[in-house]
């Protein structure tokens, strides 16, 4: 096996340490790689003015993989604040590197799969018939459009002359809008192209026709939202008709999807959306299968093959500075197995798959959050495990 060159972005807080204990996961399941560090997040905002120096973007561009762990953003204002005095007179603005690196790159493809394990404590439950009490077993992958929607940033305060003009074309904007004054309008646009919709939408089919999912639902809100929604349903139907008749199209509204997620968690496959609603959904379903602990995610380039592989949770500010520290590494881990089905290690990620499911089935060693205390330093002493021996417990049941 070729040895690869794995970029590693540890960013803040809690990132370091899970992506720490993840590399030490890795190597001990056969994994051969050098890890070159990239530097991102706070810390470099505060010395250097930008939290995603070039540097980072050119060791990506080179490598193409990257493991990413977390990173600390904060309001404008603080942004302001803790930024270097000599700066400060040079009107930066922060903006955030993860959103950063995806428009980039152009990591267009978000996937966050949420399953449930066995034996896992944090396994949402639900009542049947006569109180019986049930456990669905949920095996959901959402994928979100990445780069394009509410999070594309085109969006004003007191919006320029030629934009207000352009929207007093619409007639609902006259209607609804026009008696309110300029300054006191806040307009963020919610933009969908063809070429995005097309790719996340096969994406999402191609996975499910891979791996045995029997339906795709669309996860938007195409009654109300005609055109973005609308045309990304219309889309879906169309690609099902002629590439994936076998797959059934389900279309659902995010507002009752996010009900209906504790209903009937085990109907749904592969679920796309557009960029926020991708967000909003996959984190309704995270809480389902133990929350941020075992939260992970890929994002992605099929063009270029640059893919950047991380744990959705953030940098946890309030645990990062534990002597001993007691986040959870599994989300990362999991994270990380994403990166090898991304490169075609797949026995290696299938290896450490199992083991992360034995540890949690065992249940003899749990985080703080699986053992249900709240996040205290004093956890250790209470019986919950740390980062560290999570990942050594892995590494035990990977062999
Ligand atoms: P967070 O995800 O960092 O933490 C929220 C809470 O979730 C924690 O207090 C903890 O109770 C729990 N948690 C998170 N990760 C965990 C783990 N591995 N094991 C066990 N429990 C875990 O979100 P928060 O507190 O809203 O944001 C903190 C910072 O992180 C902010 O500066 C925020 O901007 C940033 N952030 C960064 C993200 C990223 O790097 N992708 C994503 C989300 C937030
Ligand atoms: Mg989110």
Known sequence: MAKRTI???PGDGIGKVVLEETIRVLDAAGFKADYVEGDIGWEFWKTEGNPLPQRTLDLLEKHKIALFGAITSKPK???????????????????????GLRQHFGLDICMRPCRSYKGNPLNFIKRGIGDEIIEPMVDVVIFRQN?????????WSNPPEKVYEALMTHPKFVKNFS?????ELSVSTRIFTKKATERILRAAFEHAKKYGYKS???????????ETSGMMYKMAQEIQKSDYPEIELWNTNIDAQMMWLTKNPDNYGVIVAGNMFGDIVSDGFAGLIGGLGFACSAQFNPDSGIGVF????????????FDVSIVNPIAMVESACMMLDFIDENEIATKIRKAVAKVIAEGKVQTYDMAKMSGK???????????????????QSLK
């Open 7 to 9: 970029v590693a972005l």
């Open 77 to 99: 204002d603080a942004a302001f604040a803790e930024l270097s005095p000599k700066l400060q007179e040079k009107g930066l603005v922060y903006s955030s590197p993860i959103v």
């Open 147 to 155: 780069t394009e929607g509410l999070y594309g940033g085109v969006e």
């Open 179 to 183: 008696k309110t004054p300029k300054e």
């Open 216 to 226: 795709v639902t669309v996860c938007e809100k195409p009654n109300v939202i005609r």
């Open 310 to 321: 991380e744990p959705t949770h953030g940098s946890a500010p309030k645990y990062a500075d």
């Open 377 to 395: 330093a004093d956890v250790i002493e209470k019986g919950a495990a740390s980062t560290q021996e999570m990942a050594d417990a892995i590494i």
